[in-house]
């Protein structure tokens, strides 16, 4: 786990140095350069395997390919018995990315299991290339501006090279309603994402990026029996990959099906004293179940209680470390759990992922139901109208058939879409005097899927789950220094997620059957049923303490939130946070965020 930058078209090392400085947080035990001509690369170091040889970048065994991860390759060592007639001359599972791409530079990343943004340097080919993991667990940003190319894990560190610093207007309607960008861009003009699942190629004035992984609809016939034996095979696995480490291994765990699930199979593969941490909050808590789940797997437990004023204190830090707006609230939990974690080892698994891959959130039931609501009003609606006018039959029969195609197509992506959303367009108009942009059209979108509930799971899987969350647990981790790691989230989990019928996922017996039926020999009872709870921010009571008078200073103060909101609707929103309104919290949280985002970067003082 690391951090990466560089640039292609310049190769400054004092500029580089800079780069990676900003990120001293993500690699505090080593760092390295490189440069060549018209090519530079930054790296920062935890030390995770091979502690001793283990220092990036990393070459072959002519100097001619260089690389540099961030990341962890988990099924390294049977790469590296694969590449015959090479000569290795680290431990690490880095130099195997050197070989693979010597072996064949078009289709390397293919073979790669794991969380990785990884940078090639190609000296013969004059060619750099970037890639990020299949579904997006480690972030990488770009930037093209004067002829170079600039990237790194960071924003920070783009910023540090001294490009130039604006705000991407067209964007602050989608995060009011997602609170994150959907798409590529950032709030940062120019400042762009590589998505999840995609690779970037750079060489002599030529610039291409293309997704070499994508989620596939195969549905199959199968048994409940089968279907979680076969999981429950690839959740060992993958929980057995990413055990891997020459340094102690914990888990962060809520008590929920996800991360409850990750403890009892990592466990096993533990010879040290396993720590796993939870946090909870003085108004609500979910810490009784964490402890039954520790109890029984057998693990040394420890506790958090986040309180107001341990928020009101970090919220400058955390908006620092996570780039752009502190939108969600969660990245407060995660900021805190990640903190006390780092007390006690430099690694954690985590259940991240399960939900969507096997719908645990409850808005995908509440869509289908509503669809299918409209599917049998209109359903009456055209029988009726066939009935009264029987001439005209065809006619109404044709008008259904196209609207029932609908529904089972566009329109259930529209209500997955606007089922995540914080604020609605109503909402954005109302506090912002105009028309909201058209977001949704940067999203990543469903093809050839044909499951309503798969529709729904694909847009969170490449919108919602790395841009969002994945996103929020990198910067919260890396802030402190110390790498997550998701068993759930393994490309082969979730090929086969998306080959099972809906009700092996959801079913009236609950969210997430399938999951529950490969672990429930793992877990207590109560556990497995335990319906889903979902990591629950207290905002509403941080916002009664010195919490809301801090997002009030800067909605009163901030010019760059006058500039861009009517300034006598934010006053209306003050009132009913004073009136305890908790939809007011909420909604004032969003726009707080996204001023003091503005002030971190871009020097903005209080008045």
């Known amino acids: 786990m690391c951090g990466i930058c560089g640039t292609y078209g310049k190769d400054d090392l004092d500029l580089i140095r800079k780069m990676s400085d900003s990120m001293l947080h993500r690699g505090p035990d080593d760092s390295g350069t490189y440069s060549d001509k018209g090519v530079a690369f930054g790296h920062r170091r935890l030390s995770i395997i091979d502690l001793n040889t283990g220092h990036q970048p990393v070459h072959n065994e002519d100097g001619s390919v260089w690389v540099m991860l961030n990341g962890e390759i988990y099924n390294y060592r049977e790469l590296r018995q694969e590449l015959k007639g090479h000569e290795f001359y680290t431990s690490s599972d880095t130099e195997v990315i050197v070989h693979l791409y010597e072996d064949d530079p078009e289709r390397f990343v293919d073979k790669l299991n794991g969380m990785f943004a990884l940078a090639i340097w190609d000296s013969g080919r004059k060619r750099l290339t970037l890639a990020r993991d299949p579904l997006g667990k480690k972030p990488l940003y770009y930037c093209q501006e004067g002829g170079v190319l600039y990237f790194g894990s960071e924003i920070k560190a783009i910023l540090a090279a001294g490009v130039s610093k604006q705000v991407d207007e067209e964007m602050i309607d989608g995060y009011l309603g997602y609170q994150f960008c959907l798409g590529e861009r950032t709030l940062f003009r120019g400042i762009k994402k590589l998505m999840a699942g995609n690779i970037l190629r750079a060489s002599e004035g030529n610039f291409e990026i293309s997704r070499y992984w994508d989620i596939v609809s195969k549905p199959t016939t199968t048994t409940d029996t089968a279907a979680a034996e076969h999981l429950r095979g690839l959740l060992e696995r993958s929980s057995k990959y990413r055990m891997i480490a020459d340094v102690p291994i914990g888990a962060f765990l809520s008590g929920g099906i996800d991360s409850s699930a990750v403890v009892a199979l990592t466990k096993p593969h533990v010879d040290y004293e396993y720590h796993t941490i939870s946090v909870g909050f003085p108004t ?217 019928p809906p009700a092996l996922k959801l079913n009236p017996e609950g969210e997430k059957f399938v999951l529950r039926l490969a672990v429930k020999d793992l877990l207590p009872p109560e556990i497995v049923k335990r319906k889903k709870a979902g990591f629950a921010t207290p905002v509403d009571d941080w916002m009664l303490h010195e919490v809301g008078e801090i997002a009030l200073a800067e909605l009163d103060s901030s010019e760059f939130l006058k500039a861009h909101f009517e300034t006598k609707r934010l006053e209306r929103m003050g009132k009913g946070l004073r009136l305890k309104d908790g939809k007011a919290s909420r909604k004032i949280w969003t726009v707080y965020a996204l001023g003091l985002w503005h002030r971190t970067f871009f020097g903005e003082e209080h008045k």
């Open 284 to 500: 609500h808590s979910e810490l009784e179940y964490a402890k039954i789940v520790s109890s029984h797997v057998g693990t040394t437990h420890h506790e958090l209680i986040i309180t107001p004023e341990m928020v009101a204190k970090n919220l400058e830090k955390i908006a620092w470390h996570y780039d752009e707006p502190v939108g969600d609230q969660a990245i407060v939990n995660n900021y805190f759990l990640s903190q006390e974690a780092r007390k006690y080892v430099k690694v954690v698994v985590a259940g991240e992922a399960g939900d969507e891959l096997f719908a645990g959130y409850p808005n995908y039931a509440q869509n289908l139901q509503f669809e299918e609501t409209r599917h049998k009003m209109y359903g009456g609606i055209a029988k009726s109208l066939m009935g009264i006018y029987p001439q005209r039959g065809n006619i109404f029969r044709n008008l259904y058939e196209k609207e029932m195609s609908t529904f089972e197509s566009d329109n259930i992506d529209d209500m997955m879409l606007r089922s995540i959303r914080e604020l609605s367009d109503r909402e954005i108009k109302w506090l912002r005097w105009k028309q909201p942009s058209n977001s949704e059209s940067l999203a990543i979108m469903p093809h050839d899927i044909r499951y309503r509930l798969d529709r729904m799971l694909y847009i969170d899987c490449k919108n919602r789950l790395p841009e969002k969350y994945l996103m929020k647990a990198d910067k919260a981790t890396m802030a402190n220094s110390i790498e997550e790691r998701l068993p759930l989230m393994d490309k082969a989990i979730a090929e086969f997620a998306f080959t099972l």
